[in-house]
């Protein structure tokens, strides 16, 4: 049993893990992707929510979505990308996140890369924390347990939003976590502001 500070305790798994993530090849991301792509296509929530945001991967260490946006549009769902802030808003933190409606797949495709992590990130756009309109979040993170919780990379912009956006409409949108089969790991340490997936979609299950 370690001693450590819980976000201690976090870090070093969360530096473990993405040293592991970047040993998966193409072919393994590709593979993975499109399955858990159809795993999600079959999800009662996914069928039925009409506003989703769906994150950008980055290109070696995470479930590839773009096949997942395209199914958006094709099912007529309203698409929503987020935006990393670096700059203080009221009631915000001074580095949150906005989820941003795309009005079509052409201007996702002629997105720039943005921010510290150079995704591609809309620059305008109706913000769901002020339409409150949101049904859906497709969750990145580095690391996933089996109980539903979700290890991001250490921000602070999900768990940020999923709070503002609960505290201001008193609900939250559904939480769904894609991830690889080597995101999956027995025990992620928690802590009060974590919020937990309402479910999680692997390759091979869905939890």
């Known amino acids: 049993m370690t001693n450590l500070p819980l976000k201690e305790v976090k870090r070093q798994l969360r530096k473990q893990l993405k040293s592991n993530l970047k040993t ?17 296509l079959s999800h009662e929530f996914f069928k039925t929510a009409n506003n989703i945001a769906v994150f950008m991967n980055m290109p070696d260490s995470e479930v590839k979505t773009m096949e997942i946006i395209e199914s958006c549009f094709k099912l ?32 996702i495709h002629q997105l ?12 305008t756009g109706n913000d769901a924390i002020e339409t409150g309109i949101l049904d859906l979040i497709i969750v990145p993170g580095v690391a996933f347990d089996k109980n539903k919780n979700r290890m991001g990379h250490g921000a602070g912009f999900y768990d940020e ?3 503002t956006f609960h505290n201001k409409f008193k609900r939250k949108p559904y939480l769904l976590g894609v991830a690889l089969q080597e995101q ?7 802590e009060p502001h974590d919020w937990k997936l309402d479910s999680i979609i692997t390759s091979t299950n869905v939890y």
């Open 184 to 190: 999956i790991v027995d025990y992620i340490p928690t």
């Open 161 to 163: 939003f999923i709070t």
């Open 24 to 40: 998966i090849t193409q072919d393994s991301l590709i593979k993975q992707s499109h399955l858990i792509h159809q795993n999600l």
């Open 76 to 107: 007529g769902k309203s698409v929503y990308l987020p935006r990393c802030n670096y700059v203080s808003s009221p009631g915000r933190k001074s580095n949150y996140m906005s989820l941003l409606e795309m009005p079509s797949l052409e201007a």
């Open 112 to 123: 720039k890369p943005q921010g510290k992590y150079q995704l591609l990130e809309p620059l």
